[in-house]
């Protein structure tokens, strides 16, 4: 007897089931602090068994990376060929991101010392923020500027958004994030160590 082969699903059962962790995840770091976020919790809320989450991504900082890291390959934009107008979309991207229903409890969460003991989320992290900002920097080289360094870069924008969105200053919006570029761009030298 020949059974023709079964054609399959577009999707299938494995992106439904991702796309209902992601959800659960999603959901869960707005709702809960970082101690209560678990695997079980997660599970439970996209209707699948703790082993499927613990077979598929190992640990919860796992999860919680790969969802950060196709969040920020997904908002990735191209260069428009302008150091400081891609910067201001930086800028205004990763406001948007940390501001976004969770965003903020998410990124607590990803790298809360009660996840992640050895502090691989600050660095993936760090990471992902670099990453962006290195492919801002590799285009304005490419059309041979000399743009800031990356650390200057991580001063100057960076660090002052995720502190203002983590301590809830009041004010810090998309006009906040375009300022920041505007200063870089009005004081182009570094400061003296």
Known sequence: MNAEPRAKRPGGRSARVQAAVY?????????????????????????????????????????????????????????????????ETYAIRTLADLTRPGGIAFFRAEVSSDIDERRSGLRECLQRATAGLDAVLEASRGRGESPPSLERLLDRIVAPLYFRVVFSVPDTDEAYARALVADLFSDPSPPQR
Not at 37 to 53: F, H, K, Q, S
Not at 60 to 83: I, V
């Open 23 to 87: 959800q659960a995840l999603i959901d869960l770091t707005g709702e809960l602090d970082a101690a209560q976020l678990t695997i079980p919790a997660v599970a439970e809320r996209a209707g699948v068994n703790p082993t499927t989450i613990y077979r598929r991504w190992g640990t919860l900082q796992a999860l919680l990376a790969e969802l950060a890291a196709r969040h920020e390959t997904d908002a990735r934009t191209s260069s428009s060929g302008n150091l400081r107008t891609d910067l």
